[in-house]
């Protein structure tokens, strides 16, 4: 007696895309987000450069061009918002030097990249005269245009008030008394300036 024959398996379907498309490598993925992100980056490291060169100069105008119009600002004196009110700030500083201590004013700026900078200004302090050698990080990012969108510098606040106040300084810079007396004073200044600008 001869044994069944097993029964025959059903044909496998089709596959429904016989011809799939070829996916982009995990190499060549990785290579093309570098390549975007190194050009992003040396866009912003070419605006920070082009910052400070202007600032060099007292150039205010040119720094304010650097700033994308809804650009932040903070530092132990001012906390700014938006490319006007920014820019208004530093050709306020600009303008004082010029005025009354460009015999003196001398910036050093050293590991410019795109996320910041490190840099020391020698000027006069309008208000009292005296000379002030200031220490400053900057910490900055850029946005997709290149320009600032983000900008905080970092200060020993006590070590600025000793040279730029003297004695007041010396013994209260360290106080948050003193830190807010300084920046309400330089936002005086600031809207003063500002009112003075409009025709």
Not at 111 to 128: M, P, V
Request: charged share 25%.
């Amino acid at each position: 007696m001869s044994l069944p024959k097993p029964a025959a398996k059903p044909a496998a379907k089709p596959a429904l895309n016989p011809t799939p498309k070829p996916r982009a490598r995990p190499t060549e993925k990785r290579g093309l987000k570098l390549a975007r992100g190194s050009a992003a980056a040396a866009t912003a490291t070419a605006t920070i450069a082009r910052f400070y060169a202007a600032f060099a100069k007292l150039d205010g105008v040119a720094m304010q061009a650097c700033y994308a119009p809804d650009a932040v600002f903070d530092d132990e004196a001012f906390s700014l918002k938006g490319r006007a009110e920014i820019g208004a700030m530093w050709r306020m500083l600009c303008d004082a030097t010029q005025a009354k201590g460009a015999d003196v004013w001398r910036l050093e700026v050293r590991d410019i990249s795109d996320h910041g900078a490190h840099w020391e200004a020698h000027y006069r302090f309008s208000a009292t005269g005296r000379r002030v050698h200031n220490t400053i990080d900057a910490q900055i990012e850029c946005g997709p245009d290149g320009l600032i969108r983000r900008h905080r510098d970092r200060f020993n606040f006590w070590r600025w008030a000793r040279q730029a106040l003297g004695a007041p300084g010396l013994l209260l810079g360290w106080t948050p008394f003193l830190r807010a007396k300084v920046r309400a004073q330089a936002a005086a200044n600031l809207a003063k300036y500002r009112a003075a600008q409009k025709p």
